[in-house]
């Protein structure tokens, strides 16, 4: 898996993704690994995809609790000047009109200010 996980000195998850598909055997890994970085915390979650393509429909159906566990909200970062990244939004634009989110989320075009709204929600 092409992917970067870290905490930052803001105390927010950092998620980087090279891949074009996420499976649900990717997912499970990534929140694997949260939850070994976090601990018992939760944290607000920074994601950016290099070039998203689509969820397969296993991860589609996996229960958000699981995903989850360790994030108090979620901030996907899109560079639109990307030809990938207007791919990456409408999969997540569709992903997000599906799906009921437990916490709050939302979609950034800027980094910088994704970074701001999240550090509203460090813990």
Same mark, same amino acid.
């Given at each position: 898996? #092409?992917?970067? =996980? ?21 997912? %499970? ?7 070994? &970085?976090?601990?018992? #915390? !939760? &944290? /607000? %979650? =920074?994601?950016?995809?290099?070039? %998203? ?14 995903? &989850?566990?360790?994030?108090?909200? &979620? ?6 000047? !990307?030809?990938?990244? !207007?791919?990456?939004?409408?999969? =997540? ?8 989110? /437990?916490? /709050? ?19």
């Amino acid at each position: 898996m #092409k992917s970067r =996980l870290f905490i930052d000195t803001n105390g927010i998850f950092r998620e980087y993704h090279e891949m074009e598909y996420i499976t649900r055997e990717d997912a %499970l890994y990534i929140a694997e690994e949260r939850a070994r &970085l976090a601990g018992d #915390k !939760k &944290l /607000p %979650l =920074l994601v950016e995809f290099e070039a %998203l393509k689509g969820f397969s429909p296993l991860t589609r159906d996996m229960p958000l609790e699981k995903v &989850l566990a360790n994030i108090s909200a &979620l901030a996907y970062y899109i560079d639109v000047n !990307k030809e990938s990244g !207007k791919e990456t939004r409408n999969q =997540l634009n569709l992903f997000f009109s599906i799906t009921p989110w /437990p916490i /709050p989320v939302e979609i950034f075009y800027s980094e910088e200010e994704a970074i701001e709204w999240l550090k509203e929600y460090v813990i």
